[in-house]
């Protein structure tokens, strides 16, 4: 091994340590008040509850489709398929839609300021704290998801190890992309103190395309300008990996998802860097 690889090696792993351990504060943070999961679990619960009666009521009466075994379909998708869905699509959303808040606030507040002299990317060290936390949100919702997924709608339509780790891939990728378009959307602070407009309006077009209903349900024209955004990577990716997906459409989704997260993490970069020099630090 050449001094040049020992010497990358070396930084790579003093990289990871550094931002494992800013993750792993942000974790602790977290465990420490798991009362506060109380109203989101009730929520989410609540959520996929409702979904999987409208789903019900949406599929009873309609006619039973060829080759489905006798189930009615709505484009390609049954009602066990459908709740399913839903509950995989909500995962994304309450275990990593809710960033924007937090990074707007330090913006606002000027905390950013304390940041700026660290020995650590700005962009990256967010990631860090905000993944950490993610990551068991994500594993108390998917934990929910599952037992109110078999109590409403009996097991998931394909069960295979590998399609279930797809998911969790999928999931993640979804929330890495999730926190750098609300990373770049919080920055706007630094021109617009005033800026949740911006995400309320993020937020509910992610909603709508992929995450109450499948792309597939979407009338044509706006199904062919969806597929050309990154919202259908949010949500539609993980849930449609859940229950529908061929091996080659999951790697074309998950391939969307990884191309649409490289472009969101040199976008919020790309808008730091046009911030910082807006950046103000007063007081002592």
Do not use: C
């Amino acid at each position: 091994m050449s001094a040049a690889t020992r010497r990358l090696r070396a930084r790579l792993r003093a990289v990871a340590r550094k931002y494992g351990l800013i993750a792993a504060t942000g974790l602790k943070s977290r465990l420490a008040y798991l009362a506060n999961y109380a109203g989101s679990m009730l929520t989410y619960g609540l959520f996929v509850f409702v979904f999987s009666r409208i789903w019900t009521a949406a599929f009873l009466g309609r006619a039973p489709a060829e080759g489905q075994g006798g189930a009615a379909t709505i484009a390609g998708y049954d009602r066990t398929m459908a709740i399913w869905y839903f509950i995989v699509a909500e995962i994304s959303v309450f275990g990593f839609g809710r960033f924007f808040w937090r990074l707007a606030d330090d913006v606002k507040s000027g905390q950013v300021a304390y940041l700026l002299a660290r020995p650590y990317s700005f962009v990256g060290y967010h990631w860090a704290e905000a993944m950490g936390p993610a990551l068991v949100d994500m594993a108390v919702f998917v934990a929910e998801g599952i037992l109110i997924g078999l109590l409403v709608a009996g097991p998931p339509p394909l069960l295979e190890p590998a399609r279930a780790l797809a998911v969790l891939g999928s999931l993640l990728l979804a929330g890495s992309l999730q926190f750098f378009l609300q990373l770049s959307i919080a920055m706007t602070a630094f021109w617009v103190e005033e800026n949740a407009a911006f995400f309320w309006i993020f937020q509910k077009l992610a909603l709508v395309v992929g995450t109450l209903l499948p792309i597939e349900f979407l009338p044509d024209a706006a199904r062919a300008v969806a597929v050309f955004t990154p919202f259908p990577s949010l949500s539609y990716a993980p849930a449609r990996i859940a229950v529908a997906a061929t091996g080659s459409e999951a790697l074309r989704l998950v391939a969307a998802q990884v191309l649409w997260l490289a472009g969101a993490v040199a976008l919020a970069n790309l808008v730091f860097r046009a911030a910082r020099g807006k950046l103000a630090v007063q007081g002592g």
